[in-house]
């Protein structure tokens, strides 16, 4: 008897066993050909290197990721990636690549590029046939990943050391002009380009930016082609603007840093441009103030610059301050622009007024003011406000600059008097007392509630009395009937 127990046992025993073996075989056979980060790195020894997708040249229809990590040794060049092939299925076949942005055409099954500068940024994602143009890093190190999901992919790509790159420059500002322009300049710039200049000055000096041809692919916010300026040494440090387009006015964008660093960041998207690029002068400026101290201004009063309304007769080359402070830590500034008429035929950057949200320079930037500029009003978010004025000439057919300074005190609470000093809250002080509300009338419904639970509750307890009588009515009659039967 034993013995037949124990064969059925053992048989699903060696079932389970042969079944588990057959699923790690199925396993093995399907094992991603990918593990982990892949690593390599471009130098004198190996100058060029080549990445293709799993089984090439059939495709490989397996659900795979595949990771690949290129560092450049050589900080004097960069790496440059061209796509041989590429045949990567995807969702909807009528858009074959996409590059620099994330689409749904390439969710599923893609190539992927970063470019690990400064903080990683995608440089393109790519599907479909279509092979896209080189691409050159602006870093030392691209990070390319391959993911597929079971259906036709494949791709081959190779990178390269090149010197001819649009990456990372660090430039010593000084105060003669000097000028930097977009790659290739005057003639179309590269797609996927990413551009850095970091430029340097002296302590105590700020650096000018001013724009002498800009011939750059337009776009909302300068999301495709685009020029972008940063208040200091990267690309984390405080926006001073964007450019981008087609500039054909007489006076180009100038801008100015508040620190003797400036970064400037150029891109290009994944399109065959058309558009010639940008060029610029950058000098330092040394920051001379025309008094040892700012003016202080704490009450409500007009800020003026000198000669106003019959244009600027102060001190040139140099800067005005202002800090205005609110008597009161909670108190806030208005600033109200009343008339504004200052030189339009020279850079911005040579003639502006500039407001800070803060004690001192460093604070952010409310707004710059150059040329002739419509009344506008600027609110501090703390009880102090940084004013800058600078002028490289004196003009007498402008009317200058005039604002108006508003203390703002914040809005007191207001307390219902009855004639006592008493000023303990009751618990009940929250409640309401506006229209639509009535103490009494909650209180009568409140009962009237209570009132008609206990109303159901008698009633539900009377039925229930009158149906157990019942009950046991005919129980007995059941029981005598039985008796009877038996």
């Known amino acids: 008897m034993l013995k037949h127990q124990f064969l ?6 060696s079932i389970l066993i042969l079944s588990s073996l057959q699923f790690l075989l199925i396993a093995a056979s399907h094992r991603s050909p990918c593990q982990g980060v892949t690593r390599l790195e471009l130098d004198d020894n190996q100058p060029i290197i080549k990445i293709e997708s799993p089984n090439i040249p059939t495709s490989y229809k397996q659900f795979v990721t595949c990771r690949w990590s290129i560092k450049q040794t050589n900080l004097t060049q960069r790496i440059k990636l061209q796509f041989d092939m590429i045949d990567i299925a995807q969702e909807n076949s009528s858009i074959h690549s996409i590059g620099n942005m994330i689409d749904s055409q390439c969710k599923q099954r893609y190539l992927q590029v970063k470019d690990l500068f400064t903080t990683p940024h995608l440089v393109g994602k790519f599907c479909g046939v279509q092979i896209p143009s080189a691409i050159i890093s602006a870093g030392s190190t691209l990070q390319i990943e391959y993911r597929t999901k079971g259906s036709q992919s494949k791709f081959k ?3 390269s050391s090149t010197k001819e790159y649009c990456g990372t420059h660090i430039k010593k500002a000084i105060t003669a002009a000097e000028l930097l322009s977009s790659p290739k300049y005057s003639n179309p710039y590269p797609s996927h380009a990413r551009c850095y200049w970091k430029l340097q000055a002296a302590p105590n000096h700020v650096i000018v930016l001013d724009f002498i041809d800009i011939h750059v692919q337009h776009s909302i916010n300068c999301t495709k082609d685009g020029i972008s300026v940063y208040n200091g040494g990267g690309l984390t440090a ?8 087609v500039n054909t006015d007489i006076i180009k964008p100038s801008m100015i840093s508040t620190s003797n660093q400036m970064f400037i960041a150029f ?3 994944d399109t065959e441009p058309n558009f010639y690029g940008f060029s610029a002068y950058y000098m330092a400026r040394k920051v ?4 040892d101290n700012a003016t202080i201004i704490s009450q409500d009063s007009v800020l003026s610059i000198p000669g106003y309304p019959n244009g600027y007769s102060g001190e040139t080359n140099c800067y005005m301050r202002w800090l205005i402070q609110a008597p009161n830590d909670d108190d806030t500034i208005q600033f109200s622009v009343v008339d504004v008429g200052l030189p339009s035929k020279i850079p911005c950057v040579n003639c502006y007024l500039r407001i800070y949200d803060g004690p001192n320079s460093s604070s952010e930037i409310l707004s710059t003011i150059c040329s002739e500029t419509l009344a506008d009003q600027y609110i501090s978010s703390s009880n102090e406000l940084y004013i800058e004025f600078y002028s490289a000439i004196n003009w007498d057919n402008l009317d200058g600059f005039s604002a ?3 203390i703002i005190e914040p809005p007191q609470e207001n307390h219902h008097s009855t004639g006592s000093n008493h000023t303990n809250h009751h618990p009940d002080d929250h409640i309401p007392d506006g229209p639509g509300y009535n103490p009494i009338g909650g209180i009568t419904v409140m009962v009237s509630i209570v009132l008609l639970a206990a109303a159901v509750f008698v009633v539900n307890k009377y039925k ?6 019942k009950r046991r009515r005919g129980s007995g009659h059941f029981a005598l009937i039985n008796e009877a039967e038996t």
Request: aromatic share 10%.
């Open 267 to 269: 891109k290009s998207d």
């Open 8 to 13: 059925p046992s053992f048989m699903l025993l």
């Open 404 to 406: 108006n300074i508003t």
């Open 157 to 159: 790509i190779s990178l």
């Open 238 to 245: 405080p926006l001073i603007g964007l450019v981008c387009g």
């Open 464 to 469: 229930i009395r009158c149906f157990t009588r």
């Open 288 to 291: 001379n103030y025309c008094d």
